[in-house]
Each structure stands twice: as structure tokens, then as C-alpha cells.
């Protein structure tokens, strides 16, 4: 018996369970989990998982500078320029940073889009806690629904079987959730509100697991300082929307390979027999030849 065959009869146990292993994760994937590019998680929230939390496919890599500032500064008939955020890229400890505003023509308000991203959660400050530092009261905080108007972007098979299929999945329904702030600004002398904002913004979260980066993306504009501020929460949540598309897809509801291939009929099944049989052969294999052998 050469020394291949002893290599292998006395590791088989390890390389037919590993390979069994692998044979399972693939089997239990799904194909975009496997194929697609990176999937994330988008949510109202930092610390924890939300009923809001959605997967979804980045289409813009938030960890590259030059990404980030590639991100449209034409979106329709909003037209952006450029802060310089070095000082408060450093000071925030942010790796990535993008602030810009976006001017409309036929709407008399500015509209400040902000990308910031920081490998260490522990130097990260929420717009909850930034806009109070920053010397801010906290009016009014929540959530709001954003509609992603444009939704020719997300694949066809989503949008084709939506209609037919939202009843009994939790399927992409054109909106997703941002978390909502109001926040104004006194005089230090007469105490009257000299500023007033909407804030409206979610966290693009990876696996906690394996990451410690988090991303905030925000949209803000100026308010009345008193009165309604209904209009400027529209004009943020329809640019929100609209700039939505330029970073993310939707993941759309999908079966696991091992379904997709029994479904595919006959040949799918005789797949995955050989899938399984062939790391199963070299666990049970030299097992047999032993007995034989001794027999």
C-alpha cells in the first residue's frame, strides 16, 4: 500500500466531513448570497436589530473615499457642491466622510446629503447625540416611511411578482424606514429658536460579527423656526428617495439552491445526489475496503 492510500484511508473521517460541510452550506445558500456583491443591512437603528432592518445589496463600496465622492453630484434637477470635511472627517475619527448640498430649481431649499463611515463603533456619534452636542434640543424624533420612486432599478422578477406575492412575504413594497429628527437652535441671549431642522437617516450596518464598520447616511434640510415643517420633511424624504437607488438594490426573496435544483425536476435531484454521495464515498469507502480486507 503506497503512502497516498495511507494519507487518504487515515484522513478520509476529516476530508469527507469537510467537504460534506461545504456541500451543506452551498446546498442551504441562497444563489445571491453566494454570486451577488455585497449584502448589508439598512436600519433605523445603531445598537440593535429593528422591525425596520432590510437586506440589501450595496451598489457603491462606502469604506472607498473615491466611491463615496463619486456618488452623483447631478441626481434629476438637484445639483450638488462639495464641503471640505477634512478637519471634520479628523476630528470625528470617520474613515469615510461626504458632505454635500444639493440645490433644486423650482424649490427655494437647500438639501445637505451626508455619507459618513467609521471602522470603530465606539468613536462613532450618532445624529442623536451629535445634534445635542453640537448645542441642538431634540423637538421631535421618530420614524417616516421614504418611497423609492424610480423603482425600474430593483430586478425584474421582484417587481414583476410583487403584486401577486406581498401578502405572504415580507417583500420590498417600494418604501423603507429612516429615522426621523426635528431639532432647533436658541439664542443664547433671548432664548428664541434661531434654527430649525429636519433630519432624516439610517445606519448601513455589516455583519456585527465580522465587522465593527458602520455607516450613517443622511438627509437634512431648514425648517421654519416655528409653524409646520411638513413641507421640508417632504422635499427630504423625496430626495431621499431618489438618491436611494444610486446606492442600494434590494435583495429580492429568494429559494435556497438545494429547493431551486428540486424544483428544476429531475436533473436538479440527480445534482445534488452527487453532491452528497461523493464526500459520504470517501467517508464510507475506506471503511469497506477494511473490511473486506479483514475478512
Not at 473521517?13 to 451543506?24: D, H, K, N, R
Not at 432664548?191 to 455583519?207: A, C, I, M, P, S
Request: glycine letters at 6%.
Amino acid at each position: 500500500m503506497d503512502k497516498d492510500t495511507d494519507f487518504f484511508e487515515e484522513f478520509s473521517l476529516l476530508i469527507g466531513f469537510t467537504l460534506l460541510g461545504f456541500v451543506s452550506i452551498i446546498l442551504l445558500s441562497t444563489p445571491s448570497s453566494i454570486l451577488a456583491s455585497s449584502i448589508t443591512t439598512i436600519d433605523t437603528e445603531l445598537s440593535h436589530a429593528s422591525g425596520d432592518a432590510m437586506s440589501v445589496r450595496t451598489q457603491m463600496d462606502f469604506g472607498n473615499s473615491e466611491h463615496v465622492a463619486a456618488f452623483p453630484v447631478i441626481t434629476g434637477d438637484w445639483r450638488g457642491t462639495d464641503d471640505d470635511t477634512a478637519k471634520l472627517k479628523e476630528s470625528l475619527g470617520a474613515d469615510v466622510m461626504l458632505m454635500r448640498a444639493y440645490s433644486h430649481p423650482e424649490i427655494r431649499q437647500l438639501v445637505f446629503f451626508h455619507i459618513l463611515q467609521s471602522n470603530n463603533r465606539s468613536s462613532f456619534h450618532p445624529p442623536i447625540v451629535c445634534y445635542p452636542a453640537l448645542g441642538y434640543t431634540i423637538e421631535e424624533e421618530g420614524r417616516t416611511n421614504i418611497s423609492v420612486h424610480n423603482v425600474s432599478w430593483a430586478s425584474e422578477p421582484l417587481i414583476s411578482t410583487w403584486e401577486s406575492r406581498k401578502e405572504e412575504c415580507g417583500c420590498f413594497n417600494g418604501t423603507f424606514s429612516a429615522k426621523k429628527l426635528v431639532v432647533t437652535k436658541e439664542s443664547n441671549t433671548d432664548g428664541k429658536v434661531t434654527e430649525r431642522r429636519v433630519v432624516l437617516y439610517f445606519y448601513v450596518k455589516d455583519n456585527p460579527i465580522s465587522s465593527d464598520t458602520v455607516t450613517v447616511v443622511r438627509v437634512s434640510a431648514l425648517a421654519p423656526t416655528d409653524g409646520s415643517y411638513e413641507g421640508v420633511l417632504d422635499i427630504c424624504k423625496d430626495f431621499m428617495g431618489d438618491t436611494f437607488p444610486y446606492m442600494f438594490e434590494f435583495r429580492e426573496e429568494e429559494d435556497i439552491i438545494a429547493v431551486q435544483l428540486a424544483k428544476s425536476g429531475i436533473g436538479g435531484w440527480l445534482i445534488m445526489g452527487a453532491l452528497v454521495s461523493m464526500p459520504i464515498g470517501i467517508i464510507v469507502y475506506p471503511r469497506i475496503k477494511k473490511r473486506k480486507e479483514r475478512s
